[in-house]
């Protein structure tokens, strides 16, 4: 399996961007109304009220969907798509020029630990360039209560492109980075447990069945269920605060990190503890599936690809 591996070539650029862009458009038409449910219980107070609980994951869902209709879960969408070919593209393309510097110059073989670094700076990269804009905007449509059955109550954004439109001119082309810390940070741990989980499950699959040349995709699946679970659960904290510092306009003469800690601190005295973890059901739901189909996807348009190119290009999660 080993040698199969150092047979390969580097998959090529234009391999990333479509099967990337692809896998990722797949991801988000799936996955995308569990993530405004996510949003929407991460900037809720409720719950605050003692002798209540916060609204849960179902109770969320179903206030939308009576509320705002069925297609208000999908607000926000717009702008997920129109980064989605961008983001995938960069996360491949820097996670495998990371894990190229990181090699070892003798095998040309990358450590764990390497593998771990590279998915961390995959993630940075993705979050300064194409993460954190798109989420602002996201949140910032999602975050809008307002029922797409009745024209006579319009929302303050109307789409993707409004919402950039009216950011920009009322606060600055500051404010599309706003918590580019936070998401930096968020995305750092995502990648850098996602790829090395991934590579790993993936290394044992094929030990498993020496005889494959290729995993099915059910078996990518899988392996892409597992790894995409365990970023959620590290950094939950971290994306629930993001999500609300993103969604408010920042207070004048208030740095990024005394907006951080305001947050953090209203949310443990008037929420508690709990609610750093707010939206954690939905993000699992939707990140783990989400990353599933990004996998599956990507692993059969690239072998797709390479067919019709008649090479044999490595892909960017193969051991």
């Known amino acids: 399996m080993a040698s199969r591996a150092a047979e390969k070539k580097p998959v090529g650029i234009a391999t990333q961007l479509t099967a990337g ?33 916060p609204r849960g994951f179902l109770a969320t869902g179903a206030m939308i969907v009576r509320r705002e209709t069925p297609l208000a879960l999908y607000k926000g969408l717009g702008a997920v798509l129109s980064g989605i070919v961008p983001k995938m593209a960069i996360r491949f393309a820097s996670f495998e020029k990371y894990k190229a510097w990181l090699a070892d110059k003798e095998t040309g073989k990358t450590s764990v630990g390497n593998i771990f670094i590279a998915g961390l700076g995959a993630g940075v990269t993705e979050a300064v360039l194409v993460v954190t804009p798109m989420e602002v905007v996201k949140i910032r449509l999602q975050a809008q209560q307002h029922s797409l059955a009745d024209p006579l109550e319009a929302p303050r954004y109307r789409n993707a492109g409004h919402a950039v439109y009216a950011i920009v001119r009322e606060e600055g082309v500051r404010a599309l980075y706003r918590g580019v810390s936070l998401t930096a940070l968020r995305q750092a741990t995502n990648q850098g447990a996602n790829f090395t989980a991934y590579q790993e499950l993936k290394k044992l699959a094929h030990r498993w069945q020496p005889d494959r040349e290729e995993l099915p995709s059910w078996q990518h699946m899988v392996i892409g269920l597992i790894s995409g679970a365990m970023g959620p659960f590290s950094n939950a904290p971290i994306d629930t605060i993001k999500t609300r510092l993103q969604k408010a306009e920042a207070p004048p003469g208030q740095s990024a990190f005394q907006r951080i800690a305001a947050i953090a601190g209203e949310m ?11 939206g954690i059901t939905p993000r699992v739901l939707r990140v783990a599936p989400g990353q599933a189909v990004v996998f599956a996807v990507y692993e059969r348009v690239r072998s797709f690809m390479e067919t019709l190119q008649g090479s044999s290009e490595e892909s960017p999660y193969s051991e």
């Open 21 to 53: 862009g692809i896998a990722g458009a797949m991801e988000a038409l799936c996955c995308h109304p569990l993530d405004t449910i996510k949003v929407r219980m991460q900037l809720s107070r409720s719950g605050r009220a003692p002798g209540t609980k």
């Open 268 to 278: 443990w005295r008037q929420e508690g503890f709990r609610s750093f973890y707010k």
